[in-house]
């Protein structure tokens, strides 16, 4: 795990000092040492947290004749089997690295080498012989990668700090992204809420040469039609199900040449993570959970049975409403977008919790309820599909009483309000029926834009996400469309991004996500729907594929979303000046985002609450005034200045270019 | 696949009278099946067991 940076230059050598700002900017992903190649057309940074081959791993690598280079952020974790296989087709290797595997897969197998590897990576390569540079990011889109071009050069990075690190890079919010992360809570890559800027597209390369740019795609979430599964029972399919879960964990528990913790929840998922490791490998656990000081969030109780189950060393952090008001700039700073929860910020002091206990990877639960149907999205879009079956029915309309019950107030307390919110547009020929009701709530958020913004943002993306839909969706359960959607919106932009990687990475910590393996997806996404979702069992698979593994009382306890508190968090009395910074009239007319007077209503009405007892959009609004005028602040705004630090050491050089004294 | 095994992927009995569990049931149902039912067949009591679900899919399709 670490930072890759790098400049195609269509004009001359790249910038030697560019590059290495560029790198600074990535020091926290790599605090081991770095690295950079440069040649006339091209350089490659890197920034190492040292996790496989700790000796001998240095980037960028390059095959015998240094005619192939690679720089490369996350884990191949198969590399170890496909070495074998380039071993036999006599490839040599100096390391026992997997970025050497990249390099010589890259040689054997060109672009197919992507759909062969197993991980979670973001590539830089450059095959100098044909003067092509390729950029790879993985399936799912663990692990980021943006870019941006200018007339003279094409700038690649890990985090758009980064490409800023060139002040050619322009620097202001994009309407569609901002669009967007007011939509759907995330941008839909490869657009970016920075103009200009983009980032690699999941299950794609991008391959620019003396031919120009295009993207290649060698993956994406397919589904079968609907009743054409081909594996019908359900205990073989849970049996399979557990095989490729083991597996998946144990790759990723033992491949590593340093120690591997695991998060622990109190949620089913994390829980089967640290068992499968607990049950299947010698190695000891050592189990990281995050508590709120606010027992409505708090799942203290459920991690401390499994904590006794297992047996593991454990270490948890306890969070309250200060730490995340006291964190959150810091989070903006790592997330990069405007966040519509508070939840990163937990998240970050997490991580930070496991780097000082002398650990640099987690395993961790992420992906379960996107790829086995744990969210209540799914179930809320099943009740909705079963009511609009018969919208006149006297009893279909009660089961909105089964939805959301870990709310406080929950559609069962107020079963009037939920059937007017969740009746509206039960069109099932709508491919996105079941995100409608979010997307539409959260699009209020689009209401408070400054007139030029909203004029700018009037761009139908939930209809342009729909027509980006494949063709064979008409034929897949409505459940497989649902996921679709979640897959390509908040997994990747939201989940993996500023809940994961960058949370993580800010503590130079690496996450591996055993239910993202591209086999248990590809497994998962092809059993029958309601193997997943019986009826309104969410994740009824997994459950069944690890009942001996988890205790009754997790397996069996209500679905429990990850929360943090929201606008509470930033209106206590002992608030940081920032929040009041962050609200004045002052900063919301200089981002120009927002339309000032609802900003100055919203902060009244949070002064006079103290964020409490506010509804969703509320909480909303707080946080996207909040977390966008840190992006404006931080990023944008004219003097925004973000630290250089110097790459760390020890750094490799290897520098075609360099003159003497640059050397 | 056979009715009946289908009707045995269900989580069935429900355990005592709650009416929303049986909701749930025939939301199951109805997926597996791909029938709709009607108001009568959700509210009736037979969906609790695995027995009641096969007797009411056998009424619904017109075999009783």
Request: glycine letters at 6%; proline letters at 5%; one cysteine or more.
């Amino acid at each position: 795990m670490c930072g890759i940076c790098g400049v195609l230059s269509f004009d001359g050598p790249p910038d030697r000092e560019l590059v290495l700002r560029m790198m600074g900017r990535l020091h926290h992903r790599g605090p081991d040492g770095s690295g950079y190649y440069r040649d006339h057309r091209v350089a490659l940074g890197h920034t190492r947290l040292s996790i496989i081959d700790v000796g001998g791993g240095a980037q960028p690598m390059s095959n015998a004749q240094g005619s192939v280079w690679v720089t490369f952020n996350g884990e191949i974790f198969n590399y170890v089997e496909l070495r074998d296989e380039l071993v036999a087709l006599g490839y040599r290797f100096r390391t026992a690295s997997d970025t050497e595997v990249i390099v010589h897969a890259w040689e054997a197998w060109g672009e197919k080498a992507f759909t062969r590897f197993n991980g979670q990576w973001a590539i830089a390569l450059w095959d100098s012989s044909a003067e092509r540079l390729v950029l790879s990011r993985d399936r799912l889109g663990v692990r980021p990668l943006y870019l941006t071009q200018h007339r003279d050069r094409l700038l690649f990075a890990s985090e758009v700090k980064c490409l800023f690190a060139d002040p050619e890079t322009s620097r202001g919010f994009d309407a569609e992204g901002l669009a967007q992360t007011f939509t759907f809570w995330s941008t839909v890559a490869p657009a970016t809420v920075f103009a200009g800027v983009e980032q690699v597209e999941p299950g794609t390369c991008v391959v620019i040469d003396a031919g120009g740019r295009r993207t290649a795609r060698y993956w994406a979430p397919d589904f079968p039609a609907r009743g054409e599964e081909p594996g019908q029972d359900l205990q073989e399919n849970a049996e399979r199900l557990r095989e490729l879960l083991v597996e998946a964990a144990r790759l990723r528990f033992l491949r590593s040449d340093v120690p591997v913790g695991a998060y622990l929840s109190g949620g089913i998922d994390s829980a089967i993570t640290a068992s499968m490791v607990a049950r299947y490998t010698d190695s000891p656990l050592h189990t990281f959970s995050l508590r709120f000081a606010d027992a409505d969030f708090d799942e203290g109780s459920y991690q401390a049975e499994m904590v006794s189950r297992l047996g593991a060393q454990h270490s948890d952090v306890v969070v309250d409403a200060a730490d995340i008001a006291g964190v959150f700039p810091e989070v903006v700073q790592h997330a990069e977008v405007p966040i519509l929860r508070s939840a990163p910020a937990p998240l970050f002091l997490l991580s930070k919790l496991v780097r000082d206990s002398g650990y640099k990877v987690v395993v961790t639960g992420e992906g379960a309820d996107e790829v086995l149907a744990g969210y209540d999205i799914f179930r809320e879009a099943r009740l909705r599909s079963f009511w609009a079956r018969n919208p006149r029915s006297a009893v279909r309309d009660r089961g909105v009483e089964l939805l959301y019950p870990w709310l406080s107030r929950s559609p069962g307390q107020a079963p009037a309000f939920a059937r007017q919110f969740f009746g509206r547009n039960l069109d099932t020929a709508d491919p996105a029926q079941s995100h409608r009701p979010r997307w539409d709530s959260s699009a209020a958020l689009l209401t408070m834009l400054a007139p030029t913004w909203r004029a700018a943002t009037e761009v139908d993306v939930a209809a342009r996400l729909v027509d980006r839909m494949p063709a064979t969706q008409a034929s897949w359960d409505p459940l497989s469309r649902a996921q679709w959607l979640e897959m390509t919106t908040l997994l990747s932009g939201y989940i993996l991004a500023s809940q994961g990687d960058r949370m993580l990475m800010a503590n130079s910590v690496e996450g591996r996500f055993p239910f993202l393996d591209h086999r248990v997806v590809e497994f998962a996404n092809a059993v029958p729907s309601r193997h997943k979702l019986l009826g309104m069992d969410e994740k009824h698979l997994l459950k069944r594929a690890f009942a001996d593994l988890i205790p009754a009382s997790i397996l069996k306890r209500p679905k429990q979303p990850y929360r943090a508190p929201d606008a509470a968090s930033f209106f206590t009395a002992s608030r940081p000046e920032w929040v009041d910074e962050m609200l004045s009239e002052s900063t919301t007319r200089a981002a120009g985002v927002f339309e000032p007077s609802i900003v100055t209503a919203l902060a009244q009405k949070c002064s006079r609450t103290g964020g409490a007892r506010m509804s969703n959009t509320d909480n909303m609004r707080v946080l996207a005034v909040l977390s966008t005028h840190l992006v404006h602040h931080q990023f944008i705004a004219s003097g925004a200045a973000m630290s250089d630090l110097s790459p760390a050491e020890p750094m490799t050089i290897i520098d075609r270019v360099a003159t003497p004294q640059e050397a | 696949m056979d009715r009946e095994a289908l009707v045995a992927e269900l989580p069935l009995p429900l355990a005592g009278d709650d009416d929303l569990a049986v909701v749930a049931i025939a939301v199951a149902v109805e997926d597996a099946f791909d029938i709709v039912l009607n108001d009568d067949e959700i509210t009736h009591a037979r969906l609790g067991t695995s027995a009641g679900v096969l007797e009411t899919l056998r009424r619904h399709l017109g075999e009783s």
